[in-house]
């Protein structure tokens, strides 16, 4: 029991302070980003769609380690097997809900009278609102209000 205690403070312990790595209130670029050129487009939402976005594995994968773990914890002999492929197959499940990510496909109207449709996620628009989106070569880098 001591050592099921010792074991689970330490993957709270090092979730908490992973958590803390990241920069709050800041947008995320990567790191691909840096010393390239960019161009935006300004226009308004004409339209939104809500779409969730699938999980690309990691949250699946964490999910399933964190949960083989916590299941490897519960009983003894073949339960203590059992246990720990319940925990990961649900911590796999679990993992893979989590991550998977609510976004909104906007239409928007630019400036210059085409029409795009992009999706954005971690922003929330209102149809109306003016944005501004940033490309990078062929790929949108940000969408946001402007």
Excluded: W
Aim: charged share 10%.
């Amino acid at each position: 029991m001591k050592k099921q205690t010792v074991i689970l403070s330490a993957v709270a312990a090092a979730m908490i302070g992973l958590s803390g790595c990241a920069t709050q209130g800041l947008p995320t670029v990567d790191s691909s980003a840096t010393q390239q050129v960019a161009t935006y487009d300004v226009g308004t939402v004409q339209s939104i769609r809500y779409v969730a976005i699938k999980d690309n594995g990691a949250g699946t994968l964490v999910g399933a380690a964190i949960g083989a773990v916590l299941g490897h914890m519960v009983g003894h002999g073949h339960g203590k097997e059992l246990a720990t492929l319940g925990g990961g197959l649900a911590g796999a499940y679990v993992g893979n809900q989590a991550a998977a990510a609510n976004a909104q496909e906007l239409t928007v109207r630019l400036s210059n009278g085409k029409r795009v449709v992009v999706i954005s996620k971690g922003v929330q628009f209102q149809v109306g609102q003016r944005v501004r989106i940033v490309r990078q070569g062929g790929h949108v880098v940000s969408v946001e209000p402007y």
